[in-house]
């Protein structure tokens, strides 16, 4: 099970932090991801974090978004900072690849 939360309405240039907790004894051993899908759109991984810790970004987010994992409480985060109105969407945590989905949390940016 996936649970995530965090999410909020935020004007731009804002941070929020998400947090997405899982369920099961094998977390430390799996790759994590945050997607997100905007209305009307598909849903698109955003960040990645490896077992290990390496991570990997969407263009769209580099340099501005911080994915970590903490596996002593099988946490994985996403620290948004300087937020636009284009990452307006629901947020959503989840192996990589992907298996059944959590609700999301959804981050809404305003102008």
């Known amino acids: 099970e996936l649970v995530e939360s965090g999410g909020g309405l935020v004007q731009a240039g804002a941070s929020l932090r998400l947090s997405c907790a899982a369920s099961g004894r094998r977390f430390s051993t799996y790759a994590m991801g945050w997607f997100r899908q905007a209305q009307g759109e598909e849903q698109v991984l955003v960040a990645a974090i490896s077992w290990s810790g390496s991570t990997e970004y969407a263009d769209s987010v580099k340099g501005r978004f911080t994915i970590s994992r903490d596996n002593t409480k099988n946490t994985v985060y996403l620290q948004m900072n300087n937020l636009k109105p284009e990452d307006t969407a629901v947020y959503y945590c989840?192996?990589?690849?992907?298996?059944?989905w959590g609700q999301g949390t959804q981050v809404t940016v305003s102008s």
């Open positions: 989840n192996r990589v690849p992907p298996t059944s």
